[in-house]
């Protein structure tokens, strides 16, 4: 923590002034720095909110005590620096002692009378905005633009490990927020709010527009969400339904009966893809390629039924439950390797065999 040691009390000169107020600020910054370190201790020990609120009233101290300094330099700065390079120019303003760097300048004595200005000219409050939430305590490293302040942080994840960081400030033209995508977490604490990453400031009028897509988004999912969990239990309902029925046809194995349902399900849908992939393929070819494939096609097939599989019509069709007329029926319906094109009536009538 910087030391105001060395120039303790000492504004006899605007060069000791300006180190005086310097060392001051820069101190009460650190103190801002250790009481946010404090506080995230406190709050991982659960401690009450009384003393929580305690600490923070002493940070906001510590903070306004910083800009005081802040600001002290620039008056010095915009009223007295054509003083300091030409010492005659405003003699009226201080002793000439006061500008002179190095020397001894001039210091009170005990029984001194210190005659006081009847009155300051006022000035504007300083309004601090009260830091709600800094879990990146971006507020002791990111560089502010002149009358902004910090007033939170936060981050969130992503499913590819990366973060995105937010720091919220206040200018005296509205809100400004800092947006980090992309980030490292390793990089979360070092973000500065521009040099990591790809970083996106916005103004007042976008972090409004933010803040309404970001509620929007809110609301959808929120919808979605529900909506989601409505099907669900409808789908609960309807399992524990189908179960009480297989559960009626095999006692004892209505788990295993619906779970080869759901594989036969499964297949049946990767053999519908893989259809529609060949159809698509076929369609590509040229007409003497067409033909040679439905020329061995209907080989393959004439050979299948005719030499190497005599009864298995017949076998199917009793497996099936169905008349041998009827699994030929379904047989073409169905096509050679169990898919083809179907109108809607076709379909139909494939469900109903």
Excluded at 155 to 176: Q, V
Excluded at 187 to 204: E, K, M
Excluded at 298 to 326: F, K, N, S, V
Aim: with cysteine; net charge negative; proline share 4%.
């Amino acid at each position: 923590m910087p030391s105001t040691a060395e120039h303790a009390g000492d504004v006899s000169t605007i060069a000791a002034t300006r180190a005086f107020y310097a060392q001051l600020a820069a101190s009460c910054q650190a103190d801002v720095g250790q009481i946010e370190l404090a506080l995230a201790n406190l709050a991982v020990l659960e401690l009450d909110a009384a003393t929580i609120a305690g600490l923070q009233s002493v940070q906001d101290d510590a903070r306004r005590a910083a800009e005081r300094c802040a600001r002290l330099l620039e008056v010095l700065d915009v009223t007295h620096r054509l003083m300091e390079d030409a010492v005659t120019a405003t003699p009226e303003a201080a002793k000439r002692e006061f500008y002179q760097h190095g020397a001894a300048g001039v210091r009170a004595r005990e029984g001194d009378t210190v005659t006081r200005p009847a009155a300051l000219p006022p000035q504007e409050p300083v309004r601090q905005l009260a830091v709600l939430q800094d879990p990146l305590r971006i507020a002791d490293r990111i560089q502010l633009a002149p009358g902004e302040q910090v007033t939170g942080s936060g981050a969130i994840g992503d499913g590819d490990g990366l973060l995105l960081l937010a720091a919220g400030g206040a200018t005296p033209d509205g809100p400004r927020v800092r947006l980090g995508v992309g980030i490292l977490d390793e990089d979360r604490l070092r973000w500065r709010g521009a040099d990591v990453g790809a970083t996106v400031v916005l103004d007042a009028a976008g972090a409004e527009r933010l803040a309404d897509a970001v509620e929007q988004v809110i609301e959808q999912a929120a919808a979605a969400d529900a909506e989601f969990r409505r099907i669900c239990k409808a789908d609960d309902r309807l399992t524990a339904q189908c179960a009480a029925l297989e559960e009626r046809r095999f006692p004892g194995r209505a788990e295993e009966k619906m779970q080869l349902d759901t594989k036969l399900r499964y297949d049946s849908k990767t053999q519908q893809d893989r259809g529609r992939y060949l159809d698509a393929a076929i369609d590509r070819l040229g007409p003497s390629d067409r033909a040679a494939y439905d020329s061995l096609q209907e080989r393959i097939a004439a050979l299948d039924h005719a030499e190497r599989w005599p009864l298995r019509e017949q076998q199917a069709a009793i497996i099936c439950g169905l008349t041998l007329d009827e699994y030929r029926e379904r047989r073409a319906l169905e096509g050679e390797f169990g898919f083809r094109r179907r109108t809607p009536a076709e379909q139909a009538r494939l469900d109903e065999l």
